[in-house]
């Protein structure tokens, strides 16, 4: 057959993005001369330059006028397989669009797939199994449907060399690095940054670690309350790096600290292991790839709630459990793990 031209839509977020790598790693080694692309918004564009099994991605336009030329672009890309992991119906007219005589949808539990005529095949998850393995399962089950053999689970990502080389110019340590990346979309999903401090402290003071902070746009506020917090000297980054630099400061790092989010399955991507906290997400579906992390999490169903007048039992990004954590298991945690590095 024709070289494979391979298109898979993910729109977003970031952790959703890197775990894709797996799926990718066994296209690439089923169609080793392949062209695999990512439909994605453009804040998640640049991550996947870090992916060895893309190609250049596929960025959906910000602008109405932009569209039309986009659609043209992708109704000519001569498309053998197209992958839509977004059910939407806005996804799956792109992929009837594109012409591909392999186009494939997947959705699970009781999500009804949209506009089920504009593929050419169908994967359902059951929600049982969907809710009791990790999220690249899911993806992986689509191989068969299109003849690839599953031959890796790996997620992998790959820094930039001059990036590692600027970020370990910057960190500068003898020591172990804990980076520390204490933001989350969900403020409800957010550690209290007078605990992020006393476990910086405690890194720093027992440990000999140097710890660095890092976070997003919206963690400037954040990262000032833990330095303010704090008592000994933490060395942080008051801009947002970007993800490619975010990725080379994770590799240098001997442990990441963070929350279940796309940091944390970017840290790990690049061969880095987290100490994660979560609240009440789903450990099996959401868990970073990888061997080595320590996922922290109270135990549930919740009995001693912290904030019943704020919590909404029912939705995991309104609900304040991580609080539940405390500062001596959290800091054991990152001992275990640097312990376990050095």
């Not at 689970?153 to 172990?176: C, I, K, M, T, W």
Request: charged share 20%; hydrophobic share 45%; net charge positive.
């Amino acid at each position: 057959m024709n070289t494979p031209r391979i298109l898979v839509i993910r729109r977003r977020y970031l952790g959703d993005i890197v775990l894709l790598g797996s799926f990718l790693a066994n296209l690439r080694l089923h169609w080793p001369s392949a062209d695999i692309a990512v439909m994605v918004e453009q804040p998640y564009a640049e991550v996947l330059a870090l992916n060895p099994d893309t190609d250049a991605p596929v960025v959906l336009p910000r602008h109405r006028r932009h569209w039309p030329g986009f659609l043209a672009a992708l109704r000519r890309g001569r498309w053998t397989h197209v992958f839509n992991f977004d059910n939407t119906e806005g996804t799956a007219l792109l992929t009837r669009l594109t012409g591909a005589p392999f186009r494939l949808g997947l959705h699970h539990g009781g999500y009804r797939l949209k506009l089920r005529g504009c593929y050419t095949h169908v994967v359902h998850d059951e929600n049982a199994a969907h809710e009791a393995r990790p999220i690249t399962e899911y993806y992986l089950g689509t191989l068969a449907a299109a003849g690839v053999p599953l031959a890796t689970r790996e997620v992998r990502l790959v820094p930039r060399q001059a990036d590692v080389s600027v970020l370990r110019s910057f960190v500068g340590a003898s020591g172990p690095v804990l980076l520390v990346h204490p933001g989350s979309r969900s403020p409800f999903r957010v550690w209290p940054a007078e605990r992020f401090a006393a476990v910086c402290d405690r890194a720093q003071d027992e440990l000999g670690a140097q710890v660095v902070l890092a976070g997003g746009p919206s963690d400037r506020a954040l990262l000032r309350d833990i330095r303010t917090r704090a008592r000994t000297h933490l060395l942080a980054f008051t801009d947002p790096l970007s993800l490619p630099r975010f990725a080379a400061l994770a590799r240098l790092a001997a442990v990441t600290l963070c929350h279940d989010s796309g940091p944390m399955h970017l840290a790990a991507a690049v061969g880095t292991p987290v100490v994660a906290l979560y609240g009440s997400q789903n450990t099996a579906l959401f868990r970073p790839a990888g061997e080595g992390h320590t996922l922290l999490q109270a135990p549930l169903p919740c009995t001693d709630c912290v904030a019943p007048d704020q919590c909404v039992p029912s939705d995991s990004y309104r609900n304040l459990c991580v609080r539940r954590l405390g500062i001596d298991e959290v800091f054991a945690a990152v001992r275990r793990s640097l312990g376990a590095e050095g």
